[in-house]
């Protein structure tokens, strides 16, 4: 029947002759690639990763493929291979490796903040000229509130009812913080003048800068406005 003839050309057709055809194919390749791997790796005599491998091939034969020729002349014990770490530490190293980046952008956002701070503070005035503009707006806003209180103590201005009232309600507010802080610095300054004499006492407060309303001739209980209202 000529079925020799006739069984090849069937296998053709349903393709297991092309099967075969490739896989020769496949093994002629890799003959090919292995040894030209093997050739390289010898020539140059140093170690190569597979990526290194790979390229420094200019990529003539696939990742995949120059992978499976060093592991396959690795284990013919044709060159020697070493592993370094494991693919999970190396995910580990790479999630590691990312949050660093990230940290590192937000740390070099953060020093642009405080360097553009620093610079502001540096354009900025110094403490004496900041001391110097303070001691200014305080000598003409006390010089106003002393022309004010002039005018009413000599009768060229006299309070009207509705001033005195707006001005009881202002310094109820000023007195309520005055009574608070006085009452906070005595009994500081009671536990820090205690083994003081009244000299060394007195000498400290001078030195520290600071004046009681005793020594300025203020008394908490007298009202300022007394006498200033017109009747």
Known sequence: MGGGGGGC?????DGTLSKMSKAKKQKTDDDEASAAILKYIQAQNRPYST???????????????????L???AENKEITAKTFGNPE???????????????LIGLRSEVSAKEKALASLTNSQTNDGLQ???????QEQNQKLQDRLDGLRNGSRKL???????????????????R???????????TISETLDRKKAKDMLEDMGIETD????????????DGLMEM
Do not use: C
């Open 180 to 190: 608070v802080r006085k009452a906070l610095f005595r009994d500081a300054w009671n």
């Open 214 to 225: 005793e020594a300025a001739g203020v008394s908490f209980d007298k009202d300022p406005l």
């Open 51 to 69: 990526l290194d491998v790979f390229t420094n091939l200019h990529q003539k034969y696939g990742k995949t493929q120059v992978t499976k020729v």
């Open 9 to 13: 050309e069937r296998l053709s057709e």
């Open 89 to 103: 530490a190396a995910r580990e190293m790479d999630a590691k490796i990312a949050a660093l980046k990230e940290d």
């Open 160 to 178: 009207t009812v509705a001033d005195k009232q707006k001005a009881d309600k202002q310094l109820e507010v000023f007195r309520k913080h005055w």
């Open 71 to 73: 592991a396959q002349l």
């Open 132 to 138: 110097s503009t303070l001691e200014s707006l305080t």
